[in-house]
């Protein structure tokens, strides 16, 4: 039986905030103090959210979303839990409808992390993932699949519909109690998920 991971992209495998923030350096925009722990970008940078969510499906829609770095050690992790213990990954991740941006992110996944991830659903930019979550946990093949997200929202979709959660760390959500383990890099996430294997033995 074919083991998957369902994970976000932006704040759990890639780096959008470091990706941002030189873009928005770059275009004259400084953070405020005590940014870490703010998940609203308008709220960031000292601007309304409207202007925020702009500059956000800006960047998203840019040449700049192809080339963002891997979260953390999550470049080791994901090969080496797709590679040696033959697990595939789909990402959902509220990017944009641009075809252009998924293009990009689709490529960008690739370079860094092989052939790790066979299937990417992009929503909206700043869309809630609860249908599409529901759509996934409908069929069999991702039964009894992992969920990896950064913002607890979308986490307790995930697991509200059968995934089982893990909320990857961040100033913003440090906080937060969630229904789920709390990890704090994708070596915590590894330990976890290959302890699992061994407990509970899947089907081959």
Same mark, same amino acid.
């Given at each position: ?18 990706? /941002? ?37 800006? /960047? =998203? ?27 595939? /990954? ?15 992110? *689709? ?10 991830? *066979? ?23 991702? *039964? ?24 990857? *760390?961040?100033?913003?959500?440090? =906080?937060?109690?969630? =229904?789920? /383990? ?23």
């Amino acid at each position: 039986m074919q083991k998957y991971i369902i994970t976000d992209i932006d704040g759990v495998v890639l780096d959008w905030e470091e990706g /941002f923030s030189v873009w928005m350096e770059h275009h004259g925009h400084e953070k405020v103090e005590g940014y870490q722990f703010q998940y609203n970008i308008g709220d960031r940078y000292g601007m309304t959210y409207e202007q925020g969510s702009k500059l956000v499906k800006q /960047f =998203n829609e840019s040449a700049a979303i192809g080339f963002l770095p891997p979260l953390r050690d999550a470049q080791y992790y994901v090969k080496l839990l797709h590679e040696k213990h033959r697990y595939k /990954f789909v990402a959902l991740t509220s990017l944009s409808l641009d075809p252009y941006a998924k293009a990009l992110r *689709e490529r960008n996944l690739k370079k860094l992390m092989g052939d790790a991830f *066979e299937r990417v659903i992009c929503l909206d930019t700043g869309a809630n993932k609860d249908h599409a979550l529901k759509e996934l946990a409908s069929k069999k093949k991702y *039964e009894n699949a992992w969920w990896i997200e950064d913002k607890p929202e979308n986490l307790h979709a995930g697991v509200k519909v059968g995934f089982k959660g893990i909320m990857m *760390e961040h100033g913003h959500n440090m =906080n937060t109690s969630v =229904n789920g /383990f709390v990890a704090k890099n994708w070596e915590d996430i590894y330990n976890l998920i290959t302890q699992d294997l061994k407990t509970e033995p899947y089907k081959r």
